[in-house]
């Protein structure tokens, strides 16, 4: 299967917005719980936002209030638009279409 490709990464200063994107196709999207994760350099991967098949999204308590994520899925995409960013934001961040990962797209906030 394709991996799932992110985009929409970049340098932002602190306070400022991006929208990450997420295309899978060649996986198979709806009716599939899909979520963004992120690592930070030297710390574990973590859970940032989630989508359930069934039910409403959840976030991590650090975004909460400032992140969003939705899905497209005539588009098979996944979104998740940050906005508020802080420094502590700065990672590697992944989708994960089902069991899928993405290859990451680099977030800096700088201060």
């Known amino acids: 299967q394709v991996r799932p490709l992110e985009s929409g990464g970049g340098l932002v200063q602190a306070g400022g917005s991006l929208r990450l994107s997420c295309s899978a196709s060649?996986?198979?999207?709806?009716?599939?719980?899909m979520a963004w994760f992120r690592q930070a350099p030297e710390k574990p991967r973590e859970f940032v936002a989630g989508l359930p098949r069934t039910g409403s999204a959840n976030y991590a308590d650090s975004v909460k209030g400032r992140f969003t994520i939705s899905r497209d899925n005539a588009k098979n995409s996944l979104y998740l638009q940050m906005s508020g960013l802080k420094p502590e934001d700065t990672a590697v961040y992944y989708c994960l279409i089902g069991q899928q990962w993405g290859q990451g797209t680099q977030v800096t906030v700088s201060s």
């Open positions: 060649g996986v198979a999207f709806s009716g599939t719980s």
